[in-house]
């Protein structure tokens, strides 16, 4: 699997999710919570743009130079957006929205009819609480620390260097949020989870390039729980079909 490979996951799992009613339904509950979260905090952060702007670079006299003052100006405005809809993003796991991507996940199997790994004989709560509680060392630590560090680097000289790697490090976790539904709702530790992450780090990265683009990441955000469990499924699958020494 490389990074091509996971663009396409994510857009096959936005083109099945809009196509199923259940999927379609679902998906959109979770765009509208993320949607407002975002234009909430869109507002806020938004507000605070001028002062922001003002400690990266003072307005220049100069006429020529100054479009690219206006410049940097609308690519903050980007930059803060997709910050406000990752963080909304966060919120809304927290609140609720990790038991509906489960329920995705699960009418996605169910749709595809792959060959699932069997779930442990646990009572569905406990399947729920053990899920939440992979959301904080699974992302939102590296989601916030990644952000944190963005914001430090607009003050450092590594700056444009950690501005670039920390939304591509958010990427790939968000990805990882998606793709470790299934692995997690079996009970699998959360070390050998976290060396599968390792083993695919280019496919997750595909996968998460598009939360970074400023508004259609809301609606792939929304559907991504359907691609990460296409692609958990054909994994499963040629699991099943290669011979002994190749899956162990």
Request: charged share 10%.
């Amino acid at each position: 699997m490389n990074l091509f490979s996971g663009i396409l996951y994510n857009l096959r799992g936005l083109w099945l999710g809009v196509r199923t009613p259940r999927l379609l339904m679902l998906g959109l509950l979770r765009f509208v919570v993320v949607a407002l979260l975002t234009v909430g905090l869109s507002g806020v952060i938004l507000a605070k743009h001028a002062e922001i702007l003002a400690l990266l670079w003072q307005r220049p006299e100069s006429a020529w130079i100054v479009w690219a003052w206006y410049l940097a100006s609308w690519l903050l405005s980007l930059l803060l957006m997709g910050i406000s809809a990752v963080i909304a993003y966060l919120l809304s796991q927290i609140l609720f929205a990790v038991l509906v991507m489960d329920l995705m996940s699960r009418i996605t199997e169910r749709l595809v009819g792959g060959p699932v790994a069997a779930s442990p004989r646990v009572p569905v709560m406990t399947q729920m609480g053990f899920l939440i509680r992979q959301e904080v060392p699974r992302n939102i630590i590296p989601v916030l620390l990644t952000l944190l560090l963005m914001v430090l680097g607009w003050f450092t000289p590594l700056g444009p260097v950690v501005t670039t790697i920390g939304p591509l490090v958010a990427a790939i976790f968000l990805a990882w949020d998606n793709t470790d539904l299934v692995p997690a709702r079996n009970l699998q530790p959360f070390k050998l989870r976290f060396k599968s992450l390792v083993r695919s780090l280019p496919f997750h990265l595909g996968f998460g390039l598009p939360f970074l683009i400023p508004v259609l990441n809301l609606i792939f955000l929304s559907f991504a729980p359907v691609g990460a469990t296409l692609y958990h499924l054909d994994r499963e699958k040629r699991v099943a079909g290669a011979p002994p020494e190749a899956s162990a």
